[in-house]
């Protein structure tokens, strides 16, 4: 299994960035998968999840600015973030489960992605 995010960068506070991971060796139709993020210092803390019915979650801090989608089609995990903060900066994470339902903690899911940088200034 690969996961591979593409879309982080530079961007000032309130604009919106486009989050990408495109897997290959698993089906996202029929599992969950979910955005973690990492700040310097800080733990890694999940973002979105959506399952395999296409049901989402999101940390407080970011619901209604994100929004997380899949492509099953294209085995590919998006996120929209607008009204990006400067505190949305860190290391986001594409992470993918080989079971249905998501889990909130990090060490639930069994397979991860390099990571894209995103910062907000």
């Known amino acids: 299994v690969q996961l591979v995010e593409s879309g982080g960068g530079s961007v000032q506070a309130g604009g919106s960035l486009r989050l990408s991971c495109a897997a290959s060796?698993?089906?996202?139709?029929?599992?969950?998968m979910a955005w973690f993020r990492q700040a310097p210092g800080k733990e890694r803390e999940g973002v979105a999840t959506?399952?395999?019915?296409?049901?989402?979650t999101y940390a407080d801090s970011v619901n209604g600015r994100f929004a997380i989608s899949k492509d099953s089609a294209k085995n590919t995990l998006y996120m929209q973030m607008n009204t990006l903060k400067p505190e949305d900066t860190g290391m986001y994470y594409c992470?993918?489960?080989?079971?249905?339902?998501?889990?909130?903690?990090?060490?639930?899911?069994?397979?991860w992605g390099q990571g894209t940088q995103v910062t907000v200034s």
């Open positions: 992470a993918a489960r080989d079971g249905p339902w998501c889990l909130s903690r990090p060490d639930g899911y069994n397979y």
């Open positions: 959506i399952d395999s019915i296409g049901s989402t």
């Open positions: 060796g698993y089906t996202a139709r029929r599992k969950c």
